[in-house]
Each structure stands twice: as C-alpha cells, then as structure tokens.
Nanobody
C-alpha cells in the first residue's frame, strides 16, 4: 500500500513561484515512478511532470517545460514540483501520484493541493 501526502499549494501572483512536496509512504520506492497532475475547473486532469525513483529519468509536458522542474529526496521519500514563472492558466488542483515503473496505471494518489495564480 502506498500513501501520499502533499503540501505547498497556495496563492501567488503571475510570475511568482511555488514548490509542491509529496511524501510517499512505501517500502521499496525505487520500483515506482511519481507524477504530478493538475485539474482545473471544467477541464480534464492532465499530466504535468514526473520522474522515476530508480533512475534519473524525468518527464514533463510542453505547457510547463522550462518553468516547472521535478526533483526528489530519496532518503526522505519526498518528491517536489518547483513551479516558476507561474501563469493564471496554471491555476488548478495539483495531485501527486505514483505507479509501478512499468505500469501504465497511476494507482496511488495524494489528496490534492490548490494552486491559484492571480493576474
């Protein structure tokens, strides 16, 4: 069983920065990947960025590339999403999730944290 606890959301003006954290309770974390997702009101949930705990591989999407960065503290089993140059369109509920590295299904989800960017 994997449990995820997120923190770090809030309100910020356009151009500002926030860092989200996600602490994972899991035994062998190197078997997993962590992803960050977001869902804005009236829109579908979308993948933002992610990484493999057991390698240096990272992933992101065009909409956040160059502005958002993922990182991790393996000893603390904590993943981070550093968000810079935030835009109003980044406003959403942000979730961290985990899956087995070779799986297509994100089976474990955090509770979500709200990010609001004002213009």
């Amino acid at each position: 069983q994997v449990q995820l606890v997120e923190s770090g959301g809030g309100m910020v003006q356009a151009g500002g920065s926030l860092r989200l954290s996600c602490v994972a309770s899991v035994s062998t974390i190197s078997n997993y990947a962590m992803g960050w997702f977001r869902q804005a009101p009236g829109k579908e949930r979308e993948f933002v960025a992610g990484f493999d705990w057991g390698s240096k591989s990272t992933y992101d999407t065009d909409s956040v590339r160059g502005r958002f960065t993922v990182s991790r503290d393996i000893a603390k089993k904590t993943g981070f999403l550093q968000m810079n140059s935030l835009k109003p369109e980044d406003t959403a509920l942000y979730y961290c999730a985990m899956k087995f590295r070779k799986s297509d299904s994100w089976n474990y989800w955090g509770q979500g944290t709200q990010v609001t960017v004002s213009s």
